[in-house]
């Protein structure tokens, strides 16, 4: 069965970068892509942006351009996504998502919660 | 596309009929427009995804309908397990946009 499993909570400080980790299984991840959503507490969900596991290609949303990077390791199939200069608003869970072509965000992580605080 | 959601919290009893709606601020000219349900502590689960076909697994009393730039969500009886907050997203274009959520508490 599709499976994606996210590395464990994250605390950071102000000015630091954070890498969450995606690992896919279940699925050929090389024909699909991943998305990025991150949830503040007791907020709704954003969309940060989508990469394809294909050929790299990322779509990021335009509030996160220079900050975030999204990468793919297809040898492990395990998506990642980079988020710099945090600040206390970057406190959220964050989740990966599986998109196919032409299909919705069918599969999610369990999320990673980040917590920012000095 | 801006997604809102309608209405922000909705007050029904196990049993009841629940309607829910999302409108896009511009035509999804393929109609992928998804509902997800949440439930705390819980990522996002698929329910509706082309805006009419029911994702794998989910009970038939949830139903999408709509095009363009009007949608809806009905679940046609109320079971206790569906009271939760759910979300709209277009995945029509970039950005994927979600809608703020309705929260379906019990009344």
């Known amino acids: 069965q599709v499976q994606l499993v996210q590395s464990g909570v994250e605390v950071k400080k102000p000015g630091a970068s954070v890498k969450v980790s995606c690992k896919a299984s279940g699925y050929t991840f090389i024909n699909s892509g991943m998305g990025w959503v991150r949830q503040a507490p007791g907020q709704g969900l954003e969309w940060m942006g989508w990469i394809s596991a294909y050929n790299g290609d990322t779509n990021y949303a335009q509030k996160f351009q220079g900050r975030v990077t999204m990468t793919t390791d297809t040898s492990t199939s395990t998506a990642y996504m980079e988020l710099r200069r945090l600040t206390s608003d970057d406190t959220a869970i964050y989740y990966c998502?599986?998109?196919?072509?032409?299909?919705?965000?069918?599969?999610w992580g369990q999320g990673t919660l980040v917590t920012v605080s000095s | 596309i801006v997604l809102t959601q309608s209405p922000g919290t909705l007050s029904l009893s196990p049993g009841e009929r629940a309607t829910l709606s999302c409108r896009t601020s511009q035509s999804l000219a393929r109609n992928f427009l998804a509902w997800f349900q949440q439930k705390p502590g819980q990522a996002p689960r698929l329910l509706i995804y082309?805006?009419?076909s029911r994702a794998t697994g989910i009970p038939d009393r949830f139903s999408g309908s709509g095009s363009g730039t009007d949608f809806t969500l009905t679940i046609s009886r109320l079971e206790p397990e569906d009271f939760a907050v759910y979300f709209c997203?277009?995945?029509?274009?970039?950005?994927?946009?979600f809608g703020q959520g309705t929260r379906l508490e019990i009344k």
């Open positions: 997203q277009q995945y029509d274009s970039t950005p994927n946009m």
């Open positions: 998502a599986r998109k196919l072509k032409n299909s919705p965000y069918d599969k």
């Open positions: 082309d805006a009419s």
